[in-house]
């Protein structure tokens, strides 16, 4: 494992209780007790808040919808899991023997869930919103800069729901077809289904992101996607 030294340099952080850092880089497969879970459920707030704010400021005639949508891709998985990446997380991260041996550190969950959690840590660390701000602002770098407020920022749910409603059709039903694997490492597979088409799967590490990989299926299958 690499030093906290070159870590803390790349989240433009120094920590003055390091034992906060080492909390927020292990996961639960180490120990069901002692674990970044906390932190992550921290820091997820202080990160829809910063974000919220950053958007009110910057698209100061946009709707509230509108920037709720932004918010929202700014701030899932995919988009977290990129700024672990960039901030080269995997080489840091603690993790059990099964999550070693599987990947864990490369895995879109795992990296996302680590970015909420030290930015949780941060906050307890200094007691200071606007430190937080300032190093996730930067960890998101160009990712704000290029932000749009375009409508195809929409997610394949939202997308797929006006769809059928500017035509009069029942909204989408969706549905859990199987769970696969443990607790701290689930996939689930839905299935979705709107009228005279045929059903459509999607599968993801949480079933809101199965349903959305279904909805996208389906828009696909329509020709929208």
Not at 7 to 35: C, I, P
Not at 58 to 68: A, D, I, N, Q, S
């Amino acid at each position: 494992m690499l030093s906290n030294a070159r870590l803390m340099k790349s989240l433009d952080y120094t920590f003055q209780d390091e034992k906060l850092l080492k909390l927020a880089l292990t996961h639960r497969s180490v120990s069901g007790n002692h674990n970044n879970e906390r932190l992550e459920f921290l820091g997820d707030s202080i990160l829809g808040m910063i974000i919220a704010n950053y958007l009110y400021h910057h698209f100061p005639h946009e709707k509230e919808g509108r920037l709720t949508r932004l918010r929202a891709s700014l701030v899932n998985q995919e988009s977290l899991a990129d700024i672990g990446r960039s901030l080269k997380l995997g080489d840091y991260l603690s993790l059990g023997a099964g999550e070693l041996k599987s990947g864990g550190f490369r895995r879109d969950s795992i990296l996302a869930d680590t970015v909420e959690a030290l930015l949780g840590a941060i906050y307890l660390d200094s007691s200071n919103v606007d430190i937080c701000r300032q190093a996730l602002l930067k960890w998101y770098g160009t990712r704000l800069e290029t932000i749009t407020s375009e409508p195809t920022l929409k997610d394949p749910k939202s997308r797929l729901q006006e769809y059928l409603q500017s035509r009069h059709l029942a909204l989408p039903i969706y549905s859990v077809t199987a769970v696969f694997g443990e607790d701290h490492n689930q996939t689930f597979h839905v299935q979705c289904q709107v009228e005279n088409v045929a059903p459509v799967q999607g599968s993801g590490n949480s079933r809101r992101y199965a349903e959305q990989a279904a909805a996208t299926a389906l828009l696909t299958e329509l020709g929208i996607e």
